[in-house]
């Protein structure tokens, strides 16, 4: 895909994303503490019918489940070695989910380390990992490359210099941030914004979070300096833990639905959930913009 294909299809209406990957696997049988990338690489009858499932409720994007599945991510684990096997592996198992009715996007996240001088990590390091997850996942055949879930304003400008050092597909940047739009390892999605649209991002938002009922003026203050789509990709609400430690989201999808309506009036384009939602909420947004 390219960037004109992809700002042509955003022209035509809003564009409906998946909801959550990580809490529906556990809902599906995945047990806690295990990589997330390699359980559902290992167990594809449940990533695939969970793809499917979004794809039959209306999704136009779906996220291959690549998601910390880089050299740091995957050593965390003892996986540093299955690094070009699971990456390629995921991509084939979401292609085969998609089957065609929807664009399958390349997903990448934050190492969870700040860069220098915050941090102990170095740029050239972080260009490096994720430069090298780039190349695997676009060898794979996706339609678009994701950073998700972000933390910062640097390390997205790394995610998008180092996927623009090997790629020409669209990229999309989402942050993760507090209520009143400030990051948490500092700035603000404005300045967000502002940045990673420079560097050549071809859409910049939001995901996770809080609920999409916090943050109709996040949007609004992110729209008013916007030269590329917004993308909003919040959560069911906040989360309530029981006594096994296990999140659970207060939001219908009929009231998710309509705190996203006030979204994308104050500006979203590229939608979708993310934690606590499901495919039913997808369905629910389907309902209400197509």
Request: with cysteine.
């Given at each position: 895909?390219?960037?004109a294909e992809?700002?042509?299809?955003?022209?035509?209406?809003?564009?409906?994303m998946?909801?959550?990957?990580?809490?529906?696997?556990?809902?599906?049988?995945?047990p806690?503490?295990?990589?997330?990338?390699a359980?559902a690489?290992?167990?594809?009858?449940?990533?695939?019918?969970?793809?499917?499932e979004?794809?039959?409720?209306?999704?136009d994007?779906?996220?291959?489940?690549?998601?910390?599945?880089?050299?740091?991510?995957?050593?965390?684990?003892?996986?540093a070695?299955?690094?070009?096997?699971?990456?390629?592996?995921?991509v084939?198992?979401s292609?085969?989910?998609?089957?065609?009715?929807?664009?399958?996007?390349?997903?990448?996240t934050?190492t969870g380390?700040?860069?220098?001088?915050?941090?102990?990590l170095?740029?050239?390091?972080?260009?490096?990992?994720?430069?090298?997850?780039?190349?695997?996942?676009?060898?794979?055949?996706?339609?678009?490359?994701?950073?998700?879930?972000?933390?910062?304003?640097?390390?997205?400008?790394c995610?998008?210099?180092?996927?623009?050092?090997?790629?020409d597909?669209?990229?999309t940047?989402?942050?993760t941030l507090?209520?009143?739009?400030?990051?948490?390892?500092?700035?603000?999605?404005?300045?967000?914004?502002?940045?990673?649209?420079?560097?050549?991002?071809?859409?910049?938002?939001?995901?996770?979070?809080?609920?999409?009922?916090?943050l109709e003026?996040?949007v609004?203050?992110?729209?008013?300096?916007?030269?590329?789509?917004l993308?909003?990709?919040?959560?069911?609400g906040?989360?309530?833990?029981?006594?096994?430690?296990?999140?659970?989201?207060?939001?219908?999808?009929?009231?998710?639905?309509?705190?996203m309506?006030?979204l994308?009036?104050?500006?979203?384009?590229?939608?979708?959930?993310?934690?606590?939602?499901?495919?039913?909420?997808?369905?629910r947004?389907?309902?209400m913009?197509?």
């Open positions: 895909m390219t960037r992809f700002d042509a299809m955003v022209k035509r209406g809003v564009v409906l998946d909801g959550a990957t990580g809490s529906q696997l556990r809902m599906r049988g995945m806690a503490g295990v990589c997330t990338e359980w690489y290992e167990h594809p009858e449940v990533i695939t019918a969970l793809q499917r979004y794809v039959d409720a209306g999704s994007i779906i996220y291959a489940p690549t998601f910390s599945a880089n050299r740091m991510g995957l050593e965390l684990h003892g996986l070695d299955r690094l070009e096997e699971l990456n390629l592996g995921l084939r198992l292609k085969r989910a998609a089957d065609g009715r929807a664009l399958v996007a390349g997903d990448f934050t380390k700040p860069l220098e001088p915050v941090g102990t170095s740029y050239q390091t972080l260009f490096d990992v994720y430069r090298r997850q780039v190349e695997i996942v676009a060898a794979a055949g996706v339609d678009l490359l994701g950073a998700e879930t972000m933390l910062s304003i640097d390390e997205c400008a995610f998008v210099e180092a996927a623009r050092s090997v790629s597909l669209p990229i940047c989402t942050l507090e209520a009143d739009g400030h990051l948490l390892f500092g700035g603000n999605i404005v300045e967000a914004v502002e940045t990673l649209q420079a560097l050549g991002a071809s859409a910049v938002g939001l995901n996770c979070s809080v609920g999409p009922d916090q003026a996040v609004a203050s992110m729209k008013a300096v916007a030269e590329v789509p993308i909003v990709k919040p959560n069911a906040m989360p309530v833990m029981d006594e096994r430690g296990n999140a659970h989201y207060d939001m219908t999808p009929e009231q998710f639905a309509d705190a309506r006030r994308v009036d104050a500006g979203a384009d590229i939608i979708g959930g993310c934690c606590g939602t499901g495919p039913e909420y997808i369905a947004l389907a309902e913009f197509k």
